[in-house]
C-alpha cells in the first residue's frame, strides 16, 4: 500500500504548512501585507519550546502553550515596532520592513546561540501503527490532531467572538470600522498574536515531528507556507488549509514518482501557475471574509 | 562636491585602518602561531628539525583542525622524549589558516620562505589544501595532509600527480568500495539501494565508487535516489525505496541530515542494515536519530577508539590521561601524520626537500594508529578501513575491511 503511505506522508507535511499559512493569510486578509518574518516566528517557537521542554523539563503541552503565548507577544511587538508606523506608506516600503525583521530575527538568533542545529527531545511517544500496510507513527496522528484542534479553535475565533467580528470588519473595509467604534489597532494587534501563535505551535510541532531545529529553518517552510496561502487564496482561512494540504501532498507525490530534487522546485512552479492562471487562489471567488 | 570630498576622505580612511589592522593581525596570528621553544635564530642551528603545521585553529572548521594540531603535538611530544630522529628534537610550527583558502596559502608561503620548515602538516579541509599543494611544489617542501579526502587533492585532473602532496587519510571513493564490500561479504546484502546528498561532492564520490563496486562484486542497485542538504522531511523517497525492496541502503551524507533520514526511516518500518561513512561521525547523529534507531546502522571511518588493537589502545591511553578525553579519528590522523613524516626523514637520512619527497612516497607497511599502509602512484595511503557498528548509541568497533 505505498500510495496510502505517501498520502499519510503527504498529509503530515502539509498540515505544518497549513498551521503556518494560517498566519500569513490573517494578516493579509486584515492589513495587505505579507510578512516574511512569520516563518521566523516560526523558528522563535520552536525554540522556545525547545528550551522548555529540554532546559525546563516540560511536556509537550505546557511547552507548547507557552511558546503560543511567547510567540503572540513578539508578534504583537514585532508589529507595533516594525509595521504600524508603515501602515499607510507603499507596500513596498512595509514588504521590504518584513524582510529586514525576518533577516534581524534569523541573526539574533545566530548571535546569542550559534547557528548549529539542536535536537528535539523526543516527549511524545513515538510508535509505528500498522494500517493496511502503511506504517503511521502514533506521533504524526497526535500532531495531525492537535493541528485540526488548532484550526477549528481558529475558525471557532474568526466567527463566534466579537474580536472575530471586529476582525471580519477590519479586513472588509478598515475606515468603515473605525467609524463604527472598533478600534482597529487593537484588532490588528490581536491577529498578529493569534497569527504569531500558530506559528508558534507549528514551531513546536515540527520540532517534535522532525527533531532538528535551527536559526533558518523558518526561511523555507515559510516560503512554502507563502506558496500554500496564494494557491488557497491569499486571505482566506479555509484556502490556506487546503493550500497547505495540497502543498505537501504534491511535493510527497513528486518524490514518491522518483523527482525528490524537483520537490522544492514543484513547491515555486506552482505558485508561478498560479499566479499566471489564476492569481485569486482556489478559494479566491468567495474571498469576502479575509480574515 | 564638497560632500563627495569628505566621502573620499572617509573611505581612505577606512581603507588606511583597515589595511593597517590587517597588517597587526597578521602579525600577531603570526607571533602567537611560532612555537615557544626557540626563536627563528636558533631554529636555523642543525639541532632541530623544523615541522610546520598549517591548519585550522579558528574559523568554520576550527574543530577539525585543533584535534589535528593536539593530536600532531603529542606525537611531537612522545618523539622527542624517545630521543628525536637521530637526536634532533622536532619543533613545530603551527601557524592559524582562519579555515580560508587564501589564508592557508599564506600560511604555506610563510612557513616555506621564512620559517624554512622540512616538511608541513597541510590544511584540515580538502580546498584549503588544495590551495597549498603549489606551493610546496614550487619550494620542494613536502605536505603532508591529515585529513583531506578529496582525490584532486594529490591527483590532478589530467592524471598528472602533485609531486610534493601527500595525505595520511584515505580517499573518499574508498570508502564507497569499502561499504560495498562490507554489504555483499559481511552481510550478504544483494539488492542494495543508494540515497545520496546531492548537493556535497562528497556524497556522490562515495555513491559511484560504491555503486561500481557493488556490481563488481554480484551485486545489484535496485534504487538509487537523492535529497540535498537542509531537508527535513524524507519520508515519501524513504518510503519508495522501501517498496523497491532494498536489502540494505547506502546513505553517504552528513550527519544533521542522515539523523532525521534514519529516524524517518524507521518510523516507515525499514529494518535493513543502513550505512554511510565519516560524515555520519558526530555525537549529534545520535542526538537526532535516537539511540534505538541507529541499531543496525554501520560506518566507515579512519579508526576506532574502540579497537581492540594494543597499539591503538595505548595511545588512547596516553591521549586520555593528558586531554581526559577518548582521541577521535582527527586526533589520530594528526598524530599519524608526525610520525609519517618522522620516518620519511630517517629514511632519508637528511631534511632536504627533495628526499624526504622521495622517501614519502616510497613508503611501504609503515605501522601507524590509524593503520598499516604503503603508498601508491598517486600519493595515497593503501590502508584498511575500519568499520564501526552504533549499538544503543555508542560506536562499537565491528571489522577491519581491506580495500
Known amino acids: 500500500m505505498e500510495w496510502l503511505q505517501q498520502l499519510v506522508n503527504g498529509i503530515s507535511l502539509g498540515s505544518i504548512y497549513a498551521l503556518i499559512a494560517l498566519g500569513y493569510t490573517m494578516v493579509y486578509g486584515i492589513i495587505k501585507l505579507i510578512n516574511f518574518a512569520h516563518g521566523d516566528v516560526f523558528m522563535l517557537g520552536a525554540f522556545i519550546g525547545f528550551y522548555a521542554i529540554a532546559r525546563w523539563d516540560m511536556g509537550f503541552f505546557p511547552a507548547l502553550i507557552i511558546s503560543m503565548v511567547v510567540c ?29 525583521v525576518s533577516l534581524l530575527i534569523e541573526y539574533t538568533v545566530i548571535f546569542f546561540r550559534g547557528a548549529s ?40 475565533i474568526v466567527h ?49 515531528y522532525y527533531t532538528k531545529i535551527d536559526p ?43 523527482y525528490s530534487l524537483w520537490r522544492d522546485a514543484a513547491a515555486f512552479v506552482i505558485l508561478i501557475l498560479i499566479l499566471i492562471l489564476k492569481p485569486s487562489g482556489i478559494f479566491g471567488k468567495n474571498a469576502r471574509e479575509k480574515v | 562636491m564638497a560632500q563627495k570630498g569628505s566621502l573620499k576622505r572617509f573611505s ?19 607571533e602567537g602561531g611560532t612555537s615557544e621553544s626557540g626563536g627563528a635564530s636558533e631554529g636555523d642551528s642543525s639541532e632541530v628539525i623544523k615541522i610546520g603545521a598549517n591548519l585550522e585553529l579558528s574559523g568554520a572548521v576550527a574543530s577539525y583542525g585543533s584535534s589535528i594540531a593536539t593530536g600532531a603535538e603529542l606525537a611531537v611530544e612522545d618523539i622527542n622524549a624517545a630521543g628525536g630522529i637521530d637526536g634532533k628534537k622536532i619543533e613545530l610550527i603551527k601557524v592559524d589558516n582562519k579555515s580560508e583558502n587564501s589564508e592557508a596559502t599564506a600560511a604555506a608561503i610563510k612557513l616555506a620562505t621564512q620559517d624554512k620548515v622540512a616538511a608541513m602538516i597541510g590544511p584540515a579541509t580538502s580546498g584549503n589544501m588544495l590551495a597549498t599543494v603549489q606551493i610546496s611544489n614550487d619550494n620542494k617542501i613536502p605536505v603532508v595532509g591529515a585529513a583531506a579526502t578529496a582525490p584532486n587533492v594529490t591527483e590532478n585532473e589530467d592524471g598528472s600527480i602533485n609531486e610534493y602532496a601527500f595525505r595520511t587519510c584515505f580517499i573518499d571513493p574508498f570508502q564507497g568500495i569499502v561499504a560495498a564490500n562490507f554489504a555483499t561479504g559481511e552481510l550478504g546484502a544483494k539488492n542494495v539501494a543508494i540515497y545520496a546528498d546531492n548537493s556535497s561532492d562528497y556524497a556522490k564520490g562515495l555513491a559511484a565508487s560504491f555503486k561500481e563496486q557493488i556490481e563488481a562484486n554480484g551485486g545489484k542497485v535496485v534504487a538509487e535516489e537523492a535529497y540535498v542538504a537542509k531537508d527535513t ?171
Not at chain 1, 503572540?72 to 529586514?100: C, D, M, P, Q, S
Open chain 1, 117 to 156: 542545529p539542536e535536537a528535539y527531545p523526543g516527549v511524545l511517544p513515538n510508535k509505528s501503527i500498522s494500517i493496511l500496510g502503511a506504517n503511521i507513527s502514533t506521533q504524526s496522528i497526535f500532531i495531525l490532531g492537535v493541528t485540526v484542534v488548532l484550526m477549528i479553535l481558529l475558525q471557532f
Open chain 1, 160 to 208: 463566534k467572538t466579537k474580536i472575530g467580528k471586529a476582525m471580519r470588519a477590519v479586513s472588509h473595509d478598515a475606515d468603515a470600522a473605525r467609524l463604527m467604534g472598533i478600534n482597529v489597532d487593537n484588532t490588528i494587534s490581536a491577529t498578529f498574536a493569534i497569527g504569531s501563535a500558530l506559528a508558534g505551535a507549528a514551531g513546536v510541532i515540527f520540532g517534535v
Open chain 2, 233 to 403: 522531511d524524507f519520508k515519501s523517497t524513504l518510503t519508495r525505496l522501501k517498496s523497491a525492496g532494498a536489502e540494505f541502503i547506502f546513505i553517504p551524507g552528513y550527519y544533521e541530515e542522515v539523523g532525521l533520514i534514519v529516524k524517518q526511516a524507521r518510523e516507515l518500518g525499514i529494518d535493513v542494515p543502513l550505512m554511510g561513512a565519516d560524515g555520519w561521525d558526530s555525537p549529534t547523529l545520535i542526538e537526532l536519530a535516537g539511540a534505538e534507531a541507529l541499531n543496525n546502522t554501520f560506518i566507515t571511518n579512519h579508526y576506532s577508539s574502540n579497537d581492540p588493537d594494543e597499539k591503538i589502545q595505548s595511545f588512547v591511553e596516553a591521549f586520555k590521561a593528558k586531554h581526559n578525553e577518548a582521541p577521535n579519528a582527527f586526533h589520530a590522523l594528526g598524530y599519524d601524520t608526525v610520525f609519517y613524516i618522522k620516518d620519511a626523514i630517517e629514511r632519508a637520512g637528511s631534511t632536504d626537500g627533495e628526499a624526504i619527497q622521495k622517501a614519502l612516497a616510497e613508503t611501504k607497511d609503515l605501522n601507524l594508529i590509524t593503520g598499516t599502509f604503503s603508498v601508491d602512484e598517486k600519493h595515497n595511503p593503501v590502508k584498511t578501513a575500519t568499520v564501526l557498528e552504533f549499538v544503543d548509541g555508542n560506536q562499537t568497533f565491528n571489522s577491519k575491511v581491506n580495500p
Open chain 1, 72 to 100: 503572540a507577544i513578539l508578534g504583537v511587538i514585532i508589529e507595533r515596532v516594525a509595521y504600524k508606523r508603515l501602515r499607510n506608506a507603499t507596500r513596498i516600503a512595509a514588504l521590504i520592513t518584513a524582510i529586514g
Open chain 2, 12 to 30: 581612505s580612511i577606512f581603507l588606511a585602518s583597515s589595511l593597517i589592522l590587517g597588517a597587526l593581525a597578521g602579525c600577531s596570528s603570526s
Open chain 1, 216 to 258: 533558518l529553518m523558518g526561511v523555507l517552510p515559510g516560503l512554502k507556507a507563502f506558496v500554500a496561502a496564494v494557491l488557497g487564496g491569499i486571505g482566506s482561512i479555509p484556502g490556506a488549509m487546503v493550500g497547505g494540504l495540497v502543498l505537501g501532498v504534491v511535493e510527497t507525490v513528486v518524490s514518491a514518482l522518483g
